[in-house]
């Protein structure tokens, strides 16, 4: 049984519809070959509408879809040759996060992303893509590997955010994901970072602080969930609907407050309905990326991202200028 | 223009205590929220902010934290005009900003500016929890990152003394970016070689504390203050078990290895003045 949204109800209704007028017409011998034709003409013009005016609750439903395609599904489509590797030499190795070295248009790189499964028995084993302190770490090691190797290093976002855990909190969730930050932004190599997600609060910004940041179009970038900004904002985290609205967390919001640097489009219905198109579009966009960041000398690869970074933010001055 | 303005140098302008709300309440007598005795109002503030009978460690404001840490007269305050402003058009947000100006005679929930402490100069950033809870919005990111950046043009160390509750939801994402760009701009410091310091006081917690009150060369705190990166209700809730009462704490974070020292408020001035005194000159191996 496929997942289907509420908002895609009266699409996947209608294109339920003509594959069963498709089947009745191969059993028999009446010919509604036209009535088809009008179907599907109707269904095209459905699918626009419905996929076309999408609002910031139907994205946070996309973004979690249980069939999206998660970090391991892309590293398979876009890249050769991944090698995964693992364990941060300090405590463990995190199944939330992975990471290795792979090939990119017959160059070297280093991939990383946060892993959730898409069944319980996965989910449990990767503690439903929500890091520990050792993932950060093991993330932060494969990083300055790639910086000593001089290969680009490439991040995929998927969180709910980082595990908030009393394990977690002893070995130190907040400094593994603070020295993230600092680390990566001293990185010599380009790094490209694409939320495929759920773009979970400090937790997907421990492996996203990079030269581009983009998100496909369907997913979320929020500094808390809408049910917990619901339930903190209004008391009642049956808002979130509301949430999702008010606090801005979807691809085309984040463009828009100049967060991100671009949006990547996705095929329409979601990245579910064909992962080898979507792996192609997200590849032409690594592509480019590489191509422009390689153009930069280490000095001016470290003050372009000290630069974006520094204008983030909305702020006013009370003496007039 | 922001950066622009930064130029101007501005004395700091005393604020006024008189309407402000108080943690430790108006009036003469106050009672300790620990040791639940009574004192008097002045008594603890002789004793540094402090219980004089179980040394619980009293909320202080920006202003009085500069008092007792800085010498007398040498703090000029930097970009004290910087205001935030509603970017998620969030219901309510600039009343709210506006009563917490009112109420702390602050513009924000953190003072930025530079002064000596035993004759040393230093830069100092210190947050003020009575403000929107000390959350870190876009001003807040903004002034950490220009006193990050003049600390290194005027070869200053930078030292934060940090009292949040996190990032500030009302300015959702770009809350969030302010973890990023105080990182970055820490990055940078560190890497020119900056001495940073950070000293935790109660509350530090979330994207606070998972972005630059973690990354001091010296990571400092005060006894019982708050730490962490999740609320003990959503750990509770999600490990399904109660934690012990110290959970979190500055000594719970000092026995797992995260802090250099837990450093009473007493000794708060002398041990930076000894710290700033061993950094003067470059170590010269």
Known sequence: MKHVLPFEKPVVELRDKIAELKNFTS????????????????????????????????RVQMARHPERPTTLDYIEYI??????????????????????IAEFNGRPVTVIGHQRGKDTKENIKRNFGMPHPEGYRKA??????????????????????????KAAEERGQSEAIAKNLREMA?????????????????????????????????????????????A??????????????????????????EVIDDVIEEVQGGAHRDIVMQANKIKHVIDSALEDLRQLSDEQLLDERWKKYQRIGAVSSTIES | MIKNMFNRKRKYATITNQTELDDIPQGVMVKCPSCRK??????????????????????????????????????????????????????????????????????????????????????????????RMGSMGSVVGEKIALAIERAEKENLPFIIFTASGGARMQEGVLSLMQMTKTSVALERFSRNGGLFISYMTNPTTGGVSASFASLGDYNFAEPAALIGFAGRRIIEQTIREKLPDDFQTAEFLFDHGQLDRVIPRPEMKSTLTTLLKLHRDRGDK
């Open chain 1, 27 to 58: 059993d028999s011998d009446v010919d509604l070959s036209e009535e088809i034709a009008t179907l599907e003409r109707r269904l095209a013009r459905l699918e626009k509408e419905v996929y076309g005016n999408m609002q910031p609750w139907d």
């Open chain 1, 79 to 100: 890249f050769q040759d991944f090698l995964e590797m693992h364990g941060d030499r300090y405590y463990g190795d995190d199944e939330a996060i992975v990471g290795g």
């Open chain 1, 140 to 165: 932060l090691r494969l990083m300055h590997q790639a910086d000593k190797f001089n290969r680009p290093v490439i991040t995929f976002i998927d969180t709910k955010g980082a595990y908030p855990g």
């Open chain 1, 186 to 230: 001293g990185l010599t190599v380009p790094v490209i970072c694409i939320v495929i997600g759920e773009g979970g609060s400090g937790g997907a910004l421990g492996i996203s602080v990079g030269d581009r940041i983009y998100m496909l179009e369907n997913s979320t970038y929020s500094v808390i969930s809408p049910e917990g900004a619901a």
């Open chain 1, 232 to 257: 903190l904002l209004w008391k009642d985290s049956n808002l979130a609907q509301k949430a999702a609205e008010t606090m801005k967390i979807t691809a085309p919001d984040l463009l828009e407050l």
């Open chain 2, 38 to 131: 009574i004192y008097y109002r002045k008594e603890i503030e002789k004793n540094f902010f402090t219980c004089p009978g179980c040394s619980y460690h009293h909320q202080m404001k920006a202003s009085e934290r500069i008092e007792l840490v800085l010498d007398h007269g040498t703090f000029i305050e930097w970009d004290h005009e910087l205001v935030s402003e509603n970017p998620l058009d969030f219901p309510e947000y600039l009343e709210k900003l506006k009563k917490d100006q009112e109420k702390t005679g602050i513009n924000e929930a953190i003072v930025t500016g530079k002064g000596e402490i035993n004759g040393q100069p230093t830069a100092v950033a210190i947050m003020d929890a009575r403000f």
